[in-house]
């Protein structure tokens, strides 16, 4: 079992480093990071599962028998881009975010608003 | 799996833990930021001793490029520092990361051993289908690039269009920029006054862009496509406008073509679609395009597809960049 | 020994110097004094390390394909590295940063 599994077993820690950053931090931009982290992990184990003992990158080529999946890669690579796409939707919330109160810091925020619903 | 590619990925391994756990002691963003750069170059070494070299490729320019320039700007619009975090946040969050890292290791052991020849992944006929049946339907040597463009457009013109929706949404968010905000100061980049970098990076600007190109282009016989190539791209323009300025990249690359080109790339992908149907074909069934040479319509299919994802996403990355760095600083 | 091999082996050679010199620039990067001595170090696995084990790797390459490619990597490193180096330093300057003078406590 740890012989053949240990690799997904370490993926998972990684996994949970970035869960544990998302969920401790109260920086939204440490957040997003942490975020970034879990993402990160999360297609290294998509990876994982297309890896073949001794295979190769899934370019045909004349002399080569064992390819690795492709479809895990493709899944990933497109994946990769969009991560990207929403991190920075989730930066640019956060621009707006500081602009607004001050502040990144998820529990100062929150004051910051409850203070201006009592004011209002 | 042999001994060696088992010693490198434990290697790699272990500096990836070593990061995360520095990511989350550091109360100093800059250096945060730049260890998540570090961690996404060690997972794109990760991918390639996985076999994934474009997947490699896309994360170290985009983990390692794109993202912490983005991160970098972001922080020098807010505060750099965190505060200390309250030790009733701590527990909780550990144990909850604790017992689902525990769940996930316990369902692990469902899975099929690492590697393996026999597991239901390789053992699909769609396995087949993709390593060699492609070779004579689509005939090109990268079947990363075959799944993506072709037999699974449908689902990468999805992923495009969820891309061009985020930068949408980016743009609308900080589009708006008060003129007369005595807040606001305008952000000076200096880095042109580095007489090296200027010349330097002038240099580089035609072989940078000459990449892209070839990346965008080679896809078909070798690691790359619309992604990297789009990613690289944008990068080249970030380059431009860290050392030039903002301005003089606006210049560039004004305002309503990075506009054009968000929305051209995406329509070029869905004119393919459309086109292919008009011919008598499904949406996105290249052999529509040349019905008496399939495998010339799928060339062809795929690399107008490609191309408008490479557009697409050089655009939006670009246009990202540029409305952070239009942001003026809170003094 | 045939010629290849000994061409093979030189390669070796070289990587492992590259490492090695990598490996100091690690080193002086924990242990040296303040940020300029530092950005020293760091600018030495950038140039020397890097291009010791990229010169043994052309050694070592299959075909001419990969010698153009890594002759190209080699190319740009070299132009780039020292630019970087340069960039840190000059930030560092602009911001104040002092030179560490003997006696000193350690920054």
């Given at each position: 079992m740890i012989a053949t599994h240990y690799i997904y077993w370490l993926i998972i820690v990684l996994m949970m480093s970035g869960l544990y950053i998302v969920l401790s931090h109260g920086h939204l931009l440490k957040k997003l990071i942490g975020l970034n982290v879990f993402q990160a992990a999360v297609f290294l184990l998509y990876v994982s599962f297309g890896k073949v003992a001794g295979g190769t990158a899934p370019?045909?080529?004349?002399?080569?028998?064992t390819y690795s999946h492709p479809l895990p890669a493709v899944l990933v690579l497109t994946a990769i881009v969009v991560g990207m796409a929403t991190t920075s939707l989730g930066l640019a919330l956060a621009v707006r975010i500081f602009r607004e109160y001050g502040t990144l810091e998820e529990d100062e925020a929150i004051v910051a608003e409850a203070s201006e619903h009592t004011a209002a | 799996m042999t001994s060696e590619i088992e010693l490198i990925s434990l290697v790699l391994f272990a500096i990836l833990v070593v990061t995360a756990i520095g990511i989350t002691r550091l109360r100093g963003l800059y250096g945060a930021v730049m260890l998540a750069a570090l961690f996404s170059l060690v997972i794109a070494c990760l991918f390639v001793v996985l076999d994934a070299v474009d997947v490699a490729f896309t994360e170290a320019a985009v983990g390692a490029g794109i993202s912490t320039v983005l991160m970098l700007t972001v922080l020098a619009l807010t505060r750099a520092r965190e505060a200390v975090t309250p030790r009733r946040r701590l527990w909780p969050a550990g144990i909850g990361s604790v017992l689902t890292g525990g769940l996930l290791i316990y369902g692990s052991q469902?899975?099929?051993?690492?590697?393996?020849?026999?597991?239901p992944v390789q053992r699909h006929p769609i396995t087949e289908a993709y390593l060699l049946e492609s070779q004579n339907d689509i005939g090109v040597p990268n079947t990363v690039t075959s799944v993506l463009a072709s037999y699974r457009g449908y689902d990468t013109f999805g992923e495009l269009a969820v891309i061009f929706t985020a930068g949408t949404a980016v743009l609308l968010l900080l589009?708006?920029?008060?003129?007369?905000?005595?807040d606001f100061e305008r952000r000076k980049l200096l880095l042109a006054d580095y007489r090296i970098l200027r010349v330097v990076s002038k240099i580089l600007f035609p072989f940078i862009f000459l990449f892209a190109l070839y990346v965008q282009f080679h896809g078909d016989y070798g690691p790359g496509g619309g992604f990297q190539a789009g990613v690289i791209f944008a990068s080249g323009f970030v380059l431009y406008g860290l050392v030039f300025g903002i301005d003089n990249a606006r210049r560039v690359v004004p305002r309503w073509l990075l506009r054009v080109l968000i929305s051209s790339g995406l329509l070029l992908y869905g004119g393919v679609g459309l086109t292919s149907m008009l011919l008598g074909g499904t949406f996105l069934d290249y052999d529509a395009l040349s019905p008496s040479h399939p495998v010339m319509g799928q060339h062809v299919g795929i690399l107008l597809v490609e191309l408008g994802v490479g557009i697409t996403v050089a655009g939006v990355m670009t246009a990202i960049f540029f409305v952070f760095a239009d942001r003026r600083v809170l003094q | 020994m045939t010629a290849p091999s000994l061409v093979g082996s030189a390669g070796g050679v070289l990587v492992l110097v590259g490492a090695l010199v990598t490996l100091s620039g690690g080193v002086g990067l924990l242990r040296m004094p303040d940020f300029y001595s530092r950005v020293h170090a760091a600018g030495l696995t950038d140039t020397a390390g890097v291009g010791l084990i990229a010169l043994g790797l052309i050694l070592r390459a299959p075909d001419w394909g990969v010698v153009v490619r890594l002759l190209f990597i080699l190319l740009f490193l070299l132009l780039t590295s020292p630019t970087a180096t340069h960039a840190l330093a000059q930030a560092a300057r602009r911001d104040g940063v002092r030179v560490w003078t003997d006696g000193e406590p350690r920054r």
């Open positions: 370019i045909v080529a004349p002399g080569i028998e | 469902d899975l099929p051993a690492f590697g393996a020849r026999d597991s589009s708006y920029v008060p003129r007369h905000d005595p | -």
